[in-house]
């Protein structure tokens, strides 16, 4: 069989064992799903994180030993899953968001999969490949330079991106979200009725049958149970429930998921203070897929319950509304539609100077949810020093790291590119789960 055959056949089934159950509850939104991923590589590379650990679990790693190999990762860590939020603390914080595919795992893979994306971006804007080679290692130099900073701090916490510490496109973001208005929000996504906020609705919401509805109503009893005592708000109004729709509409990874948002009563009968909830089904991490899984499944009680744990080791602060919950036994995950959410715009970033200011503070960003997950973090299934266990892997050979590093991602971004067209034909020719028409 010709390599071009073997690979494809590989793309179509790693693909379809992640995608089936969802392909087959919801094909037209997977063929929206895969229209989008054929737009472009680095599109293709967003939704097919399965692929990469189907690569990435099967190659040798010269870098990692017994612990930095089983840490907490993101997952899915590319140029575009980097923005703004409202932390807890009330502070506007630049930092890594989606934490839908986070798990257990070796740290190299998200600075490898950060690296590729980086280099498929780098491809796309025609930058010459030595720039996307200095710009890689500049993203590596500032991880590396930031878990130093880790180990000479007692404070995992003590780091943050804000608008005191931050310039150029991430300052401009966070500038960005400053100016969000949560009144703004809620007058796009709902209307007055007899004096109370009701969902308005449009092509991406779906009313309730009564019994579908009161699922979701006890379903959301049981998320208020798993807010973190510290972190309720202790109002008699708060978490009062308005409305609830379905939901769909979401971005590359997110479809075929069931979600629905509910609209709560803020601190306030005022109806500016009204906060929208989204609850979506969580799904299956890629990593998982291609490890052995059977200590971290015995640790959760279901996937929505994983993504919140995960996401409370790995970012600081976690919007305080963050929490879990079942429907019909499987997991969801509920966390605030907050206004204040402004991704990197990667559109103006045409510049290799530009870029490399840019690729600073995510290197940062991604040695921060790192080392802030280990067993200073509200979890017990990392219980080490991140950040000394990295120190330890790469000891006397860190340009060695980098140079790796960098070598990975413009290799991989390559395959990446064939892999793409290799898709796109497979998609046309009705070969890859749901038909193309």
């Known amino acids: 069989m ?7 056949a590989l793309i179509i089934d790693v693909l379809d064992d992640a995608f089936a159950p969802l392909m087959k509850a919801d094909p037209v939104a ?57 932390n807890s603390d009330g ?44 710009l890689i290692g500049r993203y590596v130099r500032a991880y590396l330079a930031q878990v130093d900073h880790y180990r000479g701090t007692d404070d995992d916490s003590d780091f943050a991106l804000h608008l005191d510490n931050t310039e150029g496109p991430v300052h401009e973001a966070l500038v960005s979200a400053r100016l969000q208005r949560r009144a703004d929000l809620l007058d796009g996504s709902t209307r007055i009725v007899d004096g109370v906020r009701m969902f308005r609705e449009d092509a991406s919401v779906r009313q309730l049958s009564k019994t579908e509805r009161g699922k979701v109503v006890r379903a959301f009893e049981r998320y208020l149970e798993t807010i973190p005592e510290h972190k309720r708000v202790d109002r008699a109004l708060f978490y009062d429930l308005r409305d609830v729709v ?25 109806l500016d203070n009204d906060v929208v909830l989204s609850m979506k089904q969580a799904n299956v991490p890629a990593v998982s897929r291609f490890v052995d899984t059977s200590d971290v499944d015995a640790y959760f009680d279901n996937e929505g319950h994983r993504t919140v744990v995960s996401q409370r ?75 000394e266990a990295i120190a330890t892997s790469l000891d ?38 749901v038909s193309a028409t």
């Open 2 to 8: 010709p390599a071009t055959d073997t690979r494809t």
């Open 30 to 86: 997977f063929r929206g799903k895969y229209r989008k991923m054929a737009a472009d590589p680095h599109a293709f590379y967003r939704g097919s994180a399965c692929l990469f650990y189907a690569d990435q679990t099967k190659a040798k790693d010269p870098f990692v030993d017994e612990r930095s190999s089983r840490i907490w990762i993101h997952g899915d860590l590319h140029v575009e899953n980097f923005g703004t939020y409202l």
């Open 91 to 134: 502070r506007m914080v630049f930092d890594v968001n989606d934490f839908d595919e986070a798990y257990l795992g070796r740290f190299t893979w998200d600075l490898q999969r950060f690296a590729a994306s980086l280099a498929l971006v780098g491809w796309q804007k025609a930058l010459p490949e030595d720039d996307v080679r200095r």
């Open 246 to 270: 379905a939901k769909s509409g979401f971005g590359i990874g997110s479809a075929g998921l069931p979600a629905y948002n509910l609209l709560v009563e803020g601190f306030s009968q005022a």
């Open 313 to 387: 080791a790995l970012q600081a602060h976690t919007d305080p509304m963050l929490g879990h919950t079942t429907l019909d036994g499987v997991g969801f995950v509920v966390a605030e539609v907050s206004p204040y959410e402004v991704d990197l715009d990667w559109s103006d970033l045409t510049e290799p100077e530009d870029i490399a200011q840019v690729v600073d503070l995510l290197g940062r960003a991604t040695a921060k949810i790192h080392c802030a997950s280990d067993e200073d973090s509200q979890q017990d299934l990392v219980d080490f020093q991140v950040e």
């Open 396 to 433: 006397r050979r860190r340009k060695e790291f980098t140079a790796w590093v960098q070598d990975f991602g413009i290799d991989y971004a390559a395959r990446v590119r064939k892999d793409h067209a290799l898709f796109v034909n497979a998609f046309r020719e009705g070969r890859i789960g």
